[in-house]
Nanobody
Framework: QVQLVESGGGLVQPGGSLTLSCAAS????????MGWYRQAPGRERELVTT???????NHADSVKGRFTISRDNAKATVYLQMNSLKPEDTAVYYC???????????????WGKGTLVTVSS
């Protein structure tokens, strides 16, 4: 069974930095896009950033210039480097990956359970 496991969340002061990781485990054929989404209290889940298998990225305007996504295909892992964090970045961050379990199957969305990032002094 394929699982996405996030790590790296926590409490950080405004202006600080934090790095999130998400590793895919289990048996699968390949991974297409990977990305990070977040959900703040009382708000809907929103896109933060995505990265294709060949490294092309897409970022929400609110995080451009502050957040960087990267991936290690050999480790089936995606990272989110977050700099210049603001209180409004406080949210549960979810990892997403489009994974093909077997060669003849289509890609499907998988989600991690989420990791809480709190930006507060």
């Amino acid at each position: 069974q394929v699982q996405l496991v996030e790590s790296g969340g926590g409490l950080v002061q405004p202006g600080g930095s934090l790095t999130l990781s998400c590793a895919a485990s289990g048996s699968f054929f390949n991974i297409n896009d990977m990305g990070w989404y977040r959900q703040a209290p009382g708000r809907e889940r929103e896109l933060v950033t995505t990265i294709t298998s060949d490294g092309r990225t897409n970022h929400a305007d609110s995080v451009k210039g502050r957040f960087t996504i990267s991936r290690d295909n050999a480790k089936a892992t995606v990272y989110l480097q977050m700099n210049s964090l603001k209180p409004e970045d406080t949210a549960v961050y979810y990892c997403n990956a489009r994974i093909k379990i077997r060669a003849w199957m289509s890609h499907q969305d998988y989600w991690g359970k989420g990791t809480l990032v709190t930006v507060s002094s």
